[in-house]
RNA sequence: GCCCGGGUGGCGGAAUGGCAGACGCGGCGGACUCAAAAUCCGCUGUCCGAGAGGGCGUGUGGGUUCGAGUCCCACCCCGGGCACCA
């Protein structure tokens, strides 16, 4: 493919002898950009040290998966990303700009198995691709930081990061009943699987199984997550899913003795959770979970058939069934014959089971007040029982249960109170009966870290038949995988079938042991990336006792912008926070450091046609074409003038073909010997020269402050308006003042230096030698910042009926005066006199008549 | 059902309560050219009008205000999140 030629470059034509005129230089972003690119590495300009002097500030931008050739997605994300790294360096700022790559995951196994490629071969391969692809948009990187999650020296500290965990307490193995992806073959994290009970990554119906697994205990920090979320500067939408996800309840727990019909006990009990202890004296029913441990023993013989009929079907029934709305309730519940005692009444009520009870959430055990519960009066209704308010609704109200504030009713010595002071009295009742006590209960689950495939951190952990569950030892990590595995479609990992790898010996007694074979979630690695990037600077981290230092971390932690997709919000987002709080409690990272992220900017999608564009459905639109014809400065300049960064882009609206086009208007304007330009000025400035002197003021104001609010689509705007009055103003009869058009289209060059970066050190270079990067960012002057006239609107009734020139300094009683005058204004007022005269000098004057 | 966003020309979008539609795309016209491309210049919400000019216009209906795309109330539609969590 050739080069195109976007400067009018007038062919030449040898042969027939005749000396041709010297051709204006040529934009040729392919020539240009490699050259840059090359110049940005060769020269370190993105790699800073811990200990550099000038003010620190990290950007980051979410490491990625490396699935080959970069998407547009990459290229969105990075864009914004590079464009803060450039802006925040010409700002004085030593940036610390890392990249890596989260390169333990699914699709090297599944290619794996496939081709029989290893999946370190095939994932390197992936890693050079995208690689490549990230220094042909030009990011402006420190590759010697650049971290992998599969590197024997990230797994290490993978590795010994988990047996901190461990012996704080924060990892264990328990069997529970997980998520199994039938697709992928491996169990899941809840927050890996959709609302509608399919796995984010595969899509497959995600199977409920009985396995021992490992898990962190993120639970520990419910409330911290939710506390520190008034930390951070991120988007509502993101603290709101996380707010959600956390699901704080308030409310008691309290015993209830299980009887028989008389209300005669029979010694056990159970404790139920509510969020309305108020609402106590209207319980007529209680609900355990099917899975409820107490099931058994409290079930009466002539009830034991129905009872172990309906737990089978309940075990039977999919999580997505299970959790369904639709499904009536009268098929949803089985009565125990047992009863239990109404502690506020000392009513006996019957005990039911149901399957929307779940056994993971608070005690697997609920009181049912149907007048109070919309669920529990439609199980009620179904199953003939009792209902009784106990807050007295409006006169007007037509519902069936009442769950908003009232007085309360039926409840003896909590009668009259409204929800807030019942609740306490109620609480304070309970605790003095000694049978119950307030309680939070959250949402929040701890997070499945242990995956049954290859592809991954192998879990530091032995078994020995003697001693039990051992950590391996830190002086022997990394437990690294070995190669000479068979990768087989089996629903295990391959390590599970390798003798070598399986067998070892106990840490403790020395003894025969068998390795963990499962690896961890790879939202493990993502857990910390962010830290292993201060720990390195292209030296690996073998020797060491730390995977970073603690006066490193406090140096740039917290990361002063985060870049990244939405997607993550409840996933890598919360996981990333539990680490960095676990790491400071656990002395490893400064013990002020409580949140990883200070702001956080999610970006949109990239939508081809209306659909998502991901992974799974392939990169329909490949960058790598536009990278070799139009070039990258193209790419990012079409990517940032869109629309705001935030929302989501349909890949048909991007416009290379007019960024392309600006580019070349800018080229065209400031590349010495081109041909646009005539002669210009000297001496004086014209009027006409001022005014492009304060329109390059109010550029290098406006383009900051978009910069500043992430409103990179109104700057690129202010760059294509600027160019165009230039344009008007160097064709104009007058033509170009030389020193005005100099200053000009230099401003601009640094104004342009983050976004598009090739053409802006190009033309620099040219034209004033040394490197626009490493210019100071300009400042605009604010006394050209004042125009010497402004248009005054003027309105009659708050319609725009004239316009006037006026100085900015304009009084009040003139500028009425002047709007008055106006012939038009006259007209329109006519004899009347003017009720009211609103006075916005110098913008506006609005006539009242 | 609940909680967030959002609804502006043919399209993407811009607009501290003060000139709606910046800028770009597309379209139309002109210049240059033998011609085309590229480039440069201009026009481009809509209706009425020959024109000057005027009417109407930011999802719908109300309200606040001298003045509302922007603030308030109600509703409709679209996108996202949560949703038997006791």
């Not at 811990?50 to 003010?55: E, I, K, L, Q």
């Not at 629903?491 to 963990?516: I, Y």
Request: with cysteine; proline share 7%.
């Amino acid at each position: 493919m050739t080069h195109p030629h976007y400067a009018g470059a007038m062919s030449t034509t040898p042969s027939d002898g005749v000396p041709t005129t010297a051709e204006p230089p040529a934009y040729v972003p392919t020539e240009i950009e490699p050259r840059w690119q090359q110049f940005w590495r060769d020269d370190r300009t993105y790699e800073v040290d811990n200990d550099d002097p000038r003010p620190h500030y990290y950007v980051l931008s979410m490491y990625p998966y490396p699935s080959g050739a970069a998407h547009m997605g990459h290229v969105r994300n990075y864009t914004f990303g590079d464009l803060i790294v450039r802006y925040r360096t010409m700002g004085g700022h030593a940036v610390l700009s890392p990249m890596g790559f989260d390169s333990f995951g699914l699709p090297a196994e599944n290619a794996a198995i496939k081709t029989g490629v290893h999946p370190r071969e095939f994932t390197d391969a992936r890693i050079e691709e995208l690689r490549s692809s990230l220094l042909r948009i030009g990011g402006g990187y420190d590759w010697r930081r650049e971290v992998k999650s599969h590197d024997p020296d990230y797994i290490r500290w993978s590795q010994w990061i988990f047996l901190k965990f461990y012996e704080a307490g924060l990892v264990y193995r328990r069997k529970a009943q997980v998520n199994w992806d039938p697709v992928d073959q491996t169990v899941l994290a809840n927050e890996q699987v959709l609302p509608d009970g399919t796995a984010d990554r595969s899509g497959a119906v995600v199977e409920r199984i009985d396995l021992e697994q490992w898990f962190y205990k993120i639970t520990d920090y419910a409330q911290q997550l939710l506390d520190d979320l008034d930390q951070v500067e991120w988007p509502q939408r993101v603290v709101t899913q996380q707010r959600n996800w956390v699901g704080r309840s308030e409310g008691a727990e309290f015993d209830l003795a299980v009887c028989d019909v008389d209300g005669g006990p029979t010694g056990e009990s159970f404790r139920v959770f509510t969020t309305r202890p108020d609402t106590s004296f209207g319980m007529t029913f209680c609900v355990l979970a099917p899975e409820h441990e107490l099931v058994d023993s409290i079930v009466t013989d002539d009830r034991r058939a129905d009872v172990d009929a309906f737990r089978h079907q309940a075990r039977m029934t999919s999580e997505i069934d299970r959790l369904s709305t639709e499904r009536s309730l009268d098929k949803r519940g089985c009565f125990t014959g047992a009863y239990a005692l109404n502690p506020f009444t000392q009513r006996p009520v019957p005990v039911y089971l149901a399957d929307y009870v779940l056994a993971t959430y608070g005690t697997g055990a609920i009181m049912a007040v149907p007048g109070g519960d919309q669920r529990d009066w439609e199980f009620a209704k179904a199953y003939g029982l009792e209902i009784i308010r106990t807050v007295q609704p409006p006169e007007d109200f037509e519902g069936e249960a009442y769950t908003d504030d009232g007085p309360a009713i039926n409840s003896e010595w909590l009668n009259g109170l409204d929800v807030a002071a019942a609740k306490a009295k109620a609480i304070d009742w309970l605790v003095d009966q000694g049978i119950g006590e307030s309680k939070v209960t959250y949402r929040l689950r701890d997070w499945l870290l242990s995956r049954q495939r290859f592809w991954g951190c192998p879990i530091p952990m032995v078994y020995c038949e003697g001693c039990g569950l051992q950590p391996v030892p830190e002086d022997q990590l990394p437990v690294l995988a070995p190669d000479d595995v068979e990768f087989r479609p089996t629903g295990q990992s391959p390590l599970t079938f390798h003798e070598g790898f399986l067998n070892t010996t106990c840490p403790k007694c020395g003894g025969a042991a068998r390795r963990e074979t499962d690896t961890m979630d790879t939202f493990v690695d993502s857990s910390w990336y962010y830290l292993a990037f201060v720990g390195r600077r292209g030296d690996s981290y073998d020797g060491r006792e730390m995977p970073f230092r603690k006066e490193d971390i406090a140096e740039w932690l917290p990361v002063d912008q985060y870049i990244g997709g939405a997607e993550h919000a409840v996933l890598h987002l919360m996981y990333a926070r539990f680490f960095t709080k676990a790491l400071s409690d656990l002395g490893l990272v400064p013990s002020d450091l409580r949140e990883p992220f200070k702001r956080l900017f999610t970006q949109g999608m990239i939508r081809l046609a209306g659909s998502k564009m991901s992974k799974s459905k392939g990169n329909l639109v490949a960058p790598e074409e536009i990278l070799d014809h139009q070039g990258a400065d193209a790419l990012r300049l079409a990517q940032l003038g869109l629309k705001p960064p935030q929302d989501d882009v349909d890949w048909e609206d991007v416009s290379i073909d007019g960024a392309l086009r600006f580019l070349g208007r800018v080229w065209r304007l400031g590349v010495p010997g081109g041909d646009l330009v005539g002669e210009t000025r000297s001496g004086l400035q014209t009027p006409a020269d001022i005014a492009i002197d304060r329109a390059r003021h109010a550029l290098i104001a406006e383009v900051t402050n978009d910069f500043e609010r992430w409103s990179y689509n109104t700057a690129v705007a202010k760059y294509m308006t600027f160019v165009n009055d230039l344009y008007r103003w160097v064709q104009s009869d007058d033509g170009a003042h030389g020193p005005t058009l100099e200053s000009s289209i230099d401003t601009l060059l640094l104004l342009m230096a983050p976004a598009t970066p090739h053409i802006a050190a190009e033309l620099w270079q040219r034209r004033n030698g040394g490197h626009v990067h490493r210019e100071p960012w300009p400042v605009a002057d604010p006394a050209m910042l004042v125009q010497d006239s402004v248009t005054m609107v003027v309105q009659v009734n708050g319609k725009v009926r004239d316009r006037v020139e006026v100085p900015p300094d304009i009084t009040e009683s003139a500028a009425v005066a002047t709007a008055l005058a106006l012939p038009k204004i006259a007209e329109q007022i006519g004899a009347a006199a003017p009720r009211k005269v609103i006075a916005r000098p110098p913008k506006l004057i609005n006539v009242v008549v």
